[in-house]
């Protein structure tokens, strides 16, 4: 079946670090992936999306690239900052239209001054 | 625009107790809805979806179940609460294309 697997956390930076978070998927079809951000206490916000080969999602200086080769969506952002501490979940959606996504376990990063 | 609420946003109940968590969608018809379960240090679990009204589509066996009233009511309920319940419980809704947009969660401590 369809899987996200996500590097484990915590991430922990600097502020103006440069931020990697990987993430690799296992799915039939050509799903579409997201990035999903999730700040204490909060439910979950998407973040970033991309719905085929080579599409780079984009937002809040944060970027991923559907690399359908390595099947790979890895979020990175230039310059982190203390307000970016939160928990990041990759997810897809192979389902055709019925979106039932499949999460990963989500990454947390923890940003200090 | 479209809002999603979910009440209460935090609860405290002892093991063998009922639940019942309720979330509404506003400013959409039709929505895909979702119930989710996120444990202490995991990620999300869905525990059901539903495409319409009186439809129920569920993930994991457990001893919850959800039903769905009205178009923009979904209803998270338990006759006894277990240990294993604890979590924070996220309501989510889609127009079915792409992108799903989450309620702010009930915090649920069973003790």
């Known amino acids: 079946g369809d899987s996200v697997t996500q590097m484990e956390g915590p991430v922990t930076l600097s502020e103006e670090a440069f931020l990697t978070i990987n993430c690799t998927y296992t799915?039939?079809?050509?799903?579409?992936l997201f990035w999903y951000v999730q700040y204490p206490g909060e439910g979950l916000q998407l973040l970033l999306k991309a719905t085929k080969a080579d599409d780079k999602g984009s937002n809040k200086g944060f970027e991923a690239t559907y690399r359908k080769e390595t099947t790979s969506f890895h979020l990175e952002k230039g310059s982190v900052q203390v307000s970016d501490s939160a928990v990041y979940f990759c997810a897809l959606d192979a389902s055709g239209g019925s979106y039932i996504p499949t999460f990963g376990r989500g990454t947390s990063l923890i940003v200090h001054p | 625009s479209q809002t999603i609420h979910q009440w209460p946003a935090t609860l405290v109940q002892p093991v063998g107790s009922p639940l019942s968590l309720e979330c509404t969608v506003e400013g959409t018809s039709n929505p895909n809805l979702y119930w989710y379960r996120q444990a202490a240090g995991r990620g999300l679990q869905l525990l059901f979806y539903?495409?319409?009204?009186?439809?129920i589509s569920s993930e994991v066996p457990q001893n919850l179940s959800a039903s769905r009233p009205q178009d923009r009511q979904f209803i998270l309920s338990s006759k006894k609460l277990l240990l294993s319940d604890s979590g924070f419980y996220l309501c989510a809704w889609t127009t079915g294309v792409d992108t799903q947009y989450f309620g702010p969660g009930t915090r649920l401590t069973v003790l």
């Open positions: 539903s495409v319409g009204i009186g439809q």
């Open positions: 799915a039939t079809g050509y799903p579409s």
